[in-house]
């Protein structure tokens, strides 16, 4: 399990995002997060081969395309548990600093394997959600924290 300071560091240090399984529909998860995520500063690369592109980004067929022409920080992974294992080894072929499955995708083996090859591994959390809660986001696009607070949130340092 990540530590809030884990998240907080992977979040700030990993600015470029290969987002696999992004979808070029609106209404999707991928896409509200990526683009969340591009809006707070983040390079999005979408990895999508039915796609040519999304966000305004030029999509990619694989991981290992994309980092042909970027370099990847994080391979954020909207994908079934069963396909990780080889997105697993293509974020450690690459060199990503973070390996990121997002909700309700878990896959032990492959974490195990990232982590073994020096990744941060990040299971079962979205990258939108733990950015919102940690950089004082969670208002973006309508959702209520019901808290109020005098104090300025912390900016991130970019």
Known sequence: MSTISELRHILASCRTIAVVGLSPQ?????????????????????VNPMASEILGERCYPSVTAAAADHRIDMVDCFRKSEDIPPLAEEAIAIGAK?????????????????????????????????????????????????????????????
Not at 33 to 41: P, S
Not at 119 to 133: F, G, N, Q, S, T
């Open 26 to 46: 609106w209404h999707r998860p991928s896409f509200f997060a990526a683009k969340y995520m591009q809006a707070h500063g983040y390079r999005i690369v979408p």
């Open 98 to 158: 973070c390996l990121w499955l997002q909700l309700g995708v878990v896959h032990e083996a492959a974490a195990a394997r990232a982590r073994a090859a020096g990744l941060a591994v990040v299971m079962d959390r979205c990258v939108k959600i733990e950015h919102a809660r940690l950089f004082g986001g969670l208002n973006w696009a309508g959702v209520n924290t019901r808290v109020i607070s005098a104090k300025r949130p912390q900016q991130l340092p970019y």
